[in-house]
């Protein structure tokens, strides 16, 4: 019986690690001529500490092996894994400088103690938003007339 209970605990232990880490879809909050800004969940990461989880850029070497062109504004995005108060973890995906490019489409490497993820993103940005001109209302002159 004893034996039954730790091959119990140690099944329970490395089950909660056995899961798969992966990256749910992005949601992006910018458009052409601003700071890139977009959240993606990762999911499969319970109970692994968020110090555990990093994110960053894929080498050039994957870009190559991937078929995606690499980009020298890519080296501008910065990676971050924040945590809410419900312990699900969010990569907050952000640019350094502003996006004139319509589109951008770069390779993440996620690394954590459940594994690895390499995942190719093609993120499609909106143009900006351009005031309706509105005609102007006539003087009072041109009523007069």
């Known amino acids: 019986m004893v034996c039954g209970v730790i091959d119990l605990a140690f ?3 490395f089950s909660s690690h056995s899961v798969a880490i992966g990256l749910s879809s992005l949601t992006v909050n910018s458009s052409v001529g601003e700071r890139f800004y977009c ?9 692994i500490p968020a110090n555990e989880i990093f994110v960053s850029l894929a080498p050039r070497s994957v870009y190559r092996t991937m078929g995606v062109e690499w980009e020298y504004f890519h080296t501008q995005l910065i990676f971050d894994v924040l945590v809410d108060e419900h312990k699900q973890y969010t990569i907050r995906i952000v640019s350094s400088d502003v996006t004139f ?3 951008l489409d770069f390779v993440l490497l996620l690394r954590s103690p459940a594994g690895s993820v390499l995942k190719q993103l093609t993120v499609l940005l909106d143009m900006p938003a351009i005031a309706a001109s509105v005609p102007a209302a006539p003087s009072r002159r041109a009523r007069a007339a």
């Not at 959240?39 to 109970?47: E, F």
Request: proline share 7%.
């Open 11 to 13: 099944f329970l232990f």
């Open 39 to 47: 959240l993606m969940t990762i999911t499969g990461a319970q109970g």
């Open 101 to 103: 490019e319509p589109y």
